[in-house]
């Protein structure tokens, strides 16, 4: 399955691609265990996004660029290029970020998902860029956002990974296995006849290989269930 959302916003001037839930009976992909939303904002103005997170799951946010500012009730931490953060979404306590109060451009993605994934990390936590685990190979880099070696310990339930090709190169996905997609950032991949661009998702239904073109920016999440329609 190949998807690309339109670009959308929620009121403001906070711009996003929006993968899943459905926006619409239209718009989104309607697949969503272990994941509850997958958003890719931009944001060159200062701006919000309120509640961030529905009572009983958890949000990752990670900033592909420039710098926001994360609030639960009356806490509050900064992020810039390369950090990430989870928040446990609570009752009590509701999670928005903020773009800088400057015009500068801010991109990052924010996954929310069911909270029975019995994260290591307290309610609240950042990682800074520098204590992301990172690999590099002649192929890749790869930055593992999340996950059980993650910068943020999920146990193995939920990874994410950034991978920046450095040159041409493949892999495979198999399946079954746990729900795996692929988000184009950059670039494009393919996959036997199937291309898939900038700002697509690609969610293989069965195993497949994966040609990765240079110069491409893929975001690979993986979680422990199979996906539900």
Known sequence: MIYEPPLSSDGGRIMFYRYFPRLKPSIGIGLTKPFVRLDHFYSNTPDSINKLASPGTSVILYMLSGDASVKRGVNEFSLDTGSAAIVRSLEMYETSVTTPNRFAKSEGIVIEFHDHAKITAQDKLPVSASAMPSYETEESRETRIAGKWGGIETNG???????????????????????????????????????????????????????????????ILSGGENAAS
Not at 171 to 183: D, E, H, I, Q, Y
């Open 157 to 219: 339930f939920l990874s994410i990974s950034l991978l920046d090709y450095l040159t041409h190169s493949s892999f495979r996905v198999v399946k079954p296995g746990s729900n795996t997609m692929l988000l184009v950032l950059e670039g494009w991949i393919s996959s036997g006849n199937e291309t898939i661009v900038k700002d697509q998702i690609y969610i293989p239904e069965e195993a497949v290989n994966i040609d990765c073109r240079k110069g491409t920016r893929l975001l």
